[in-house]
């Protein structure tokens, strides 16, 4: 199986790290549970990023275990670029116009 080379957006990354941030004073065990999460999604995608089906326009959404999070992501060829980690309550518009 090949392997993908993923990138993460600057975006993405500011995306990461107001979540964590916020969940930090509420609760230091979910801030570390919710970056092994994202540490795993991302190694997942490195081994197949055509887990998920084509969600939104050109993004597909691998939906974050135990968190309302997914990572919005974009397939061009071997590399899988992430553009956000998407909360459900947020607006969509936040991230849809995002490309990579």
């Not at 500011?14 to 004073?25: G, K, M, S, T």
């Not at 999460?37 to 691998?62: I, K, Q, S, T, Y």
């Not at 459900?88 to 490309?99: L, M």
């Amino acid at each position: 199986m090949s392997r993908y080379r993923v990138i993460v957006t600057e975006d993405a990354a500011n995306d990461f790290r107001e979540a964590y941030d916020y969940l930090v004073p509420r609760s230091p065990r979910a801030a570390q549970g919710l970056a092994q999460v994202v540490a795993a999604a991302l190694e997942a995608l490195c081994d197949d990023a055509h887990l998920f089906a084509v969600w939104n326009g050109p993004h597909r959404r691998f939906p974050l275990a135990q968190f309302p999070y997914g990572l919005l992501y974009v397939l061009r060829g071997d590399e899988v670029i992430v553009v956000a980690l998407a909360h459900p309550k947020r607006d969509p518009r936040t991230w849809s116009r995002r490309r990579p």
